[in-house]
């Protein structure tokens, strides 16, 4: 059984999940319901509630698979919603003050890994976003120094520019990345806060 399927194994789950698979949904529960059983059962008061909402969560995703729309990884989308299903549990279950002690131990203890990995894919995502509004030559300029480390000189030498114009694309490129950096920065701390 697979710790952590790749992004063609999900793919490949998930459409078998859209078009009605049985086989695809029996091997994504046999990959993702041990460890969600896991990290339920680590936050709740008994293996049994642990149990019952995994169940209720592959249930809700075999009768809503066609209108379901995942836009980031499978696992980070299954153990984000086991984290609400968990919460929306105890709520159910603990009186005002009670709930809002657990809530507070629960969200310490949210799996930090996978709320990281979806903010990194998107600020990665924006990120790219904002490179691709740059004119052609500037993202060009752009990308060779920082995704292939390619020093000024470098640059300048393999697309035939003199230095200054490259350094003078870098400073574009720069400024307008920090000018749409800022609004990711709101984005971000919107979407962590709330």
Not at 16 to 40: E, N, T
Not at 78 to 101: C, G, N, P, S
Not at 146 to 170: F, P, W
Request: charged share 25%.
């Amino acid at each position: 059984m697979l710790v952590h399927a790749n992004n063609d194994e999900e793919k490949t789950l998930l459409q078998g999940l859209h078009a009605g698979d049985q086989a695809a949904f029996a091997s994504l529960y046999a990959h993702y319901a041990p460890q969600l059983i896991g990290y339920a059962a680590a936050r709740l008061s008994s293996l049994e509630e642990a149990r019952d909402i995994i169940q209720d969560l592959f249930v809700y995703l075999w009768d809503e698979r066609q209108n379901i729309n995942i836009n980031i990884s499978l696992r980070s989308y299954l153990f984000t919603a086991v984290r609400y299903r968990i919460i929306d549990h105890i709520r159910h279950q603990l009186t005002r003050r009670e709930y809002a002690t657990w809530a507070k131990l629960l969200i310490q203890r949210v799996n930090a890994e996978v709320e990281e990995e979806v903010a990194v894919k998107h600020l990665n995502h924006k990120l790219e976003l904002a490179v691709g509004d740059l004119p052609s030559r500037t993202q060009e300029i752009y990308r060779l120094s920082r995704y292939r480390h390619l020093a000024v000189k470098e640059i300048a030498t393999k697309l035939g520019l003199s230095e200054q114009t490259v350094k003078n694309q870098l400073t574009t490129a720069l400024s307008h990345l920090r000018h749409s950096w800022d609004k990711l920065t709101l984005l971000l701390l919107v979407w962590v806060l709330f």
